[in-house]
Every structure is written in structure tokens, then in C-alpha cells.
């Protein structure tokens, strides 16, 4: 009887779909456990061999090894080794490859495959490595997947699905597109934070009572220069111009701000203040899961990228896909993109897929 549950046990996990980790920590890690809580076999390595092992003993790995017969890669190594893991899983014959890193354009380019996604999850934690990794780590995250004209669809709808179920909230951009937004919101201001808490930290040598006056706004807008820092350096050489780009911006305006200070111009002050007080108090907080739904059908030509525009566009126009797939027809040639998406966005997406040139048609989901 024993014997044969052994058994059972291992024929489910042969079964099982297969998924493996370069690079175990937060993210990595993270990645691992969710996949694990929901039924996947997880294999993993990472540069540290202890950071593999201490993966494996949180319960983010099924076994320490490479990733071979994946039926996904995920590569969570920092931005810099990216493109040769995943070009090497590719190699070792994994179905499916994708990475977590925060550039995309270098990587994507340097990889060149039709099995290969870009991708970014734009989540973190206050703790470092595998010890912070948590499963719900990426619910309600936005997590930025970028391929191009040359991904394969089916590849893109796989890696999509994988990312969806683990909670997060995915949206499809071009990978320069994705640099170039990334670098405002994200690049700039870890090194905004970075700078600032670096001058108080100068400064206070001097005045010794200045940091014992960072209240709350000085510290909320300095808490991201607590991440990791090893990161960093990568990011900025393969984000370098994106990145000069921002910053210039953000001189100039920090510039026309002393300006403003130095005039005593009181109502250019006001109505820089109220912009930024209503831009941020529109800011998106998670994802509404509890909508109406509707189901999009998009004749296309069954080729590659076409899945890349549509999902590109609905970025574009701000419709969260819920579901995607692509039926491919018995004949080939043509295919239909079918998405699911929020009922009240339908007609704005239909209207845009029309002016592309596209002929879609839709029903409510009961």
C-alpha cells in the first residue's frame, strides 16, 4: 500500500507542469512559492549556492537544480546576466522563457527568440533576497510583459496565462516603451530618494538634530533608497539614455521650482502644488476583479506579433485584459484573438481595434 502511494505520488509529480527558477531571490523566490501553491513542480537555481538552498528550505523550490524539460523559465537574476540565462535555458531546450528585469529593450534584443517574453513585475518588499519572498507578493501587481513583432502568440498567450494566475495585473508594452516609462517612474525616482537621503546624511555631520527631524514626509519619500543597492548599477548602464532623459527633465523643472521660490510667485507655486495634488490622488490602486465581463473576438492573420499589437493597444486606450487567447484556424493562415475584458471598456476597444483596421466582434459574459 505504501509502495504504491509512493508511487501515485510520483507519477503526479511527473505529471505536473514544470517550471524553473534562475535566480532565487525576492522575486525569484516569490515566483516560486505562488507557482508551488498553485500545483506547479518548481526547480531553481541561483550564482549563490546558498541562497538556492535557503529557496529550497522556505518551500520556494521542489529541488535545487537547472532548468531542463521546463515547460517554463523564469530568470530572476539582476539585469546584467539577463539576456545569457535566458539565451542559455533556451539552449537546454525550455518551451517557454521568460525575466523579471526592470530594462527590457537590451535583453529582448540580445535574446532574439520567438519562445521568449519580456517581462517585469513592478513589485518589491522592505526585505531583501529569498527571505522576503512572500506567494502574494505580485496580487494586484502591474507586471509589464513586452514582446514584438517577432514573438510567437502562442509563447506570449502561455507566458501571459502563467503570469495572470499568479495574481497580478498584466499589460503588454513595447519594450522601448517600457524603458522609457519605467525610467520616470520607477529609475529616477530610486535615484531622487538615493540623492536626497544622501545629502541629509552629509548634512546632518553638521547638524546633528537634522535627522532626528525627518518626519513622516521626508522618510515616505525616502523609503525606496533602503532597496537593495547591488541592482542599481546594472539598471542605470543598460537604462542610461531613457534614464539621462528624465533626468534632464527633472533638473529643468526642479530649476523653473527654485525659480519660483526665489520670485515669491505664490500663484505659480499654488498651481504646481494643486497639479501634483490631483495627479496623484488619481493614481491607480490595484485591480477591481469584481466587473461585468465581455468577451472580444479579433479576426487576425496567423502570424507572429499580431497578439503584440492588440495587447499594445489596450495598454494604449487603459482595458485590462482578463483572459487572452488565440484560436488558430483548421485551414491556417487566419486566427481569432479572443480577449476578455471589462463590459464598460468594450466599446472603446472596439472602436480602436476598428481604426487599426481590425474587425472585431463581442459579447457580454453573464
Not at 64 to 79: E, H, K, N, Q, S
Not at 111 to 119: L, S
Request: proline share 4%; with cysteine.
Amino acid at each position: 500500500m505504501m509502495a504504491a502511494k509512493r508511487a501515485a505520488k510520483r507519477a503526479a509529480k511527473r505529471a505536473a507542469k514544470r517550471a524553473a527558477i534562475v535566480g532565487t531571490g525576492l522575486i525569484g523566490g516569490s515566483i516560486g512559492l505562488a507557482l508551488r501553491e498553485r500545483g506547479w513542480l518548481v526547480v531553481g537555481t541561483d550564482q549563490d549556492e546558498a541562497v538556492a538552498a535557503e529557496a529550497l528550505r522556505r518551500g520556494a523550490l521542489d529541488a535545487v537544480g537547472p532548468p531542463v524539460g521546463a515547460d517554463i523559465v523564469f530568470v530572476a537574476t539582476p539585469v546584467g546576466a539577463a539576456a545569457f540565462e535566458a539565451r542559455k535555458a533556451l539552449a537546454a531546450g525550455a518551451r517557454l522563457v521568460t525575466d523579471v528585469g526592470s530594462v527590457k529593450a537590451p535583453i529582448v534584443d540580445a535574446v532574439a527568440d520567438r519562445r521568449f517574453v519580456g517581462g517585469h513585475p513592478m513589485a518589491g518588499s522592505e526585505q531583501e533576497g529569498v527571505n522576503g519572498a512572500r506567494a502574494d507578493l505580485f496580487h494586484n501587481a502591474v507586471w509589464v510583459l513586452t514582446p514584438t513583432d517577432e514573438t510567437d502568440d502562442d509563447s506570449l498567450v502561455q507566458i501571459r496565462s502563467v503570469v495572470a494566475s499568479l495574481g497580478a495585473d498584466v499589460v503588454s508594452l513595447a519594450p522601448e516603451r517600457h524603458d522609457a516609462l519605467v525610467a520616470m517612474v520607477s529609475h529616477v525616482p530610486h535615484l531622487t530618494a538615493a540623492t536626497l537621503m544622501t545629502l541629509a546624511d552629509e548634512r546632518s555631520e553638521e547638524h546633528r538634530a537634522m535627522l532626528r527631524l525627518a518626519a513622516g514626509g521626508f522618510r515616505d519619500m525616502t523609503r525606496i533608497a533602503s532597496g537593495h543597492p547591488g541592482i542599481w548599477p546594472d539598471i542605470c548602464q543598460e537604462n542610461a539614455e531613457a534614464i539621462c532623459s528624465v533626468l534632464d527633465l527633472f533638473i529643468d523643472a526642479l530649476g523653473d521650482v527654485r525659480v519660483m521660490v526665489a520670485d515669491g510667485d505664490r500663484g505659480a507655486l499654488l498651481e504646481l502644488l494643486e497639479q501634483a495634488r490631483n495627479a496623484r490622488a488619481h493614481l491607480p490602486y490595484g485591480l477591481d476583479r469584481e466587473v461585468s465581463l465581455a468577451e472580444v473576438r479579433v479576426p487576425v492573420f496567423d502570424r507572429p506579433g499580431e497578439l503584440a499589437r492588440i495587447t499594445s493597444l489596450t495598454t494604449d486606450i487603459g482595458v485590462n485584459i482578463y483572459d487572452l487567447e488565440i484560436a488558430h484556424s483548421v485551414e491556417g493562415g487566419q486566427g481569432v484573438a479572443i480577449l476578455v475584458v471589462d463590459d464598460e471598456a468594450m466599446g472603446s476597444l472596439l472602436e480602436a481595434l476598428g481604426k487599426q483596421g481590425y474587425a472585431p466582434s463581442s459579447r457580454p459574459l453573464s
